[in-house]
């Protein structure tokens, strides 16, 4: 007689102290995930910042302009040289050039000389 069986369900009671403690900590939970996900936001928006102030001028995604189309440039640099060359190419490609044969050979490509960031 499985389903003919009666059941005791117990309920226990819980103090209002107990359940503004959990309130407390799902509380706690919430606001540190949006607290990260807002820096994080605050992140992006500076790399977007920065690209607009310093490299949108001469850059274009998707079309050359003064300065080379960036769609691609990335894996491209990866296939022949290193991350840390294609970051210090960023900032100073002068410098990227003396240090790298692959950076040496992109400085040709175009007429005009990217400006040096430094550290931005």
């Keep these: 007689r499985i389903f003919g ?22 509380c706690l939970a ?17 790399g977007g910042t920065l690209f607009k102030a310093n490299c949108a001028t001469c850059h274009n995604p998707f079309k050359d302009g003064t300065g080379p189309k960036l769609s ?10 290193d991350e840390a060359t294609l970051i210090l190419w960023v ?9 790298s044969s ?9 007429g005009s000389a990217m400006t040096a960031f430094g550290d931005k």
């Excluded at 069986?5 to 799902?26: D, P």
């Excluded at 900032?91 to 240090?99: H, S, T, V």
């Excluded at 692959?102 to 175009?110: G, H, P, V």
């Design 102 to 110: 692959y950076a040496q050979e992109r400085s040709t490509i175009k």
């Design 91 to 99: 900032r100073n490609w002068q410098d990227a050039a003396a240090k």
């Design 30 to 46: 919430v606001v540190t995930i949006l607290f990260l996900m807002g820096s994080y936001t605050a992140q992006a928006q500076d």
């Design 5 to 26: 069986a009666r059941r005791t369900v117990f309920y226990m009671k819980i103090s209002s102290s107990q359940m503004f403690r959990n309130f407390n900590k799902w």
């Design 72 to 81: 691609g440039v990335r894996e491209q640099w990866l296939e022949k040289a």
